[in-house]
């Protein structure tokens, strides 16, 4: 084992005891320690809600703030984009760009459909990464290149 390994090991059992000591109530010295441990063990902030607070779990890197978790290394740096290369955000509105076939239903999603309010998420393909609801078909997962920003 490398030595910056072991010391990032060293440094993430650390802060996962200092996290469990103070079950999640940190005082402000706490948080300033866990932060300066995640910079140094090059842990990103939440690519949901942009919180300081991650922290790392296995492969997994947990917001405590939104709940999210994924893993960095399946998703390093992703963004999401429409069919324009535009970047998406949660909660974006999205028009469908071409006629989409969904099972079960004979009408699919049309083209020019409006979706509003659309999440974004991880997928490892990075295929039906839009989680929406659209009037007539309910909650349905589309793919991002399929859609444009409104
Ligand atoms: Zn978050």
Redesign the pocket.
Known sequence: MRLVDFLKDFLLGIMKLIKAILNDKMSLQSITLVIFIKEICMIPN??????EY?YQDGDFVI??????EWNPSLVSEHVWKDANGNILSDGDSVTVIKQLKVKGSSSGIKQGTKIKNIKLKETIDGLHDIDCKIDGIGRIEISSKYVRKL
């Open positions: 939440c690519i949901r809600c942009n919180s991650t917001c405590p703030e939104c709940s999210h």
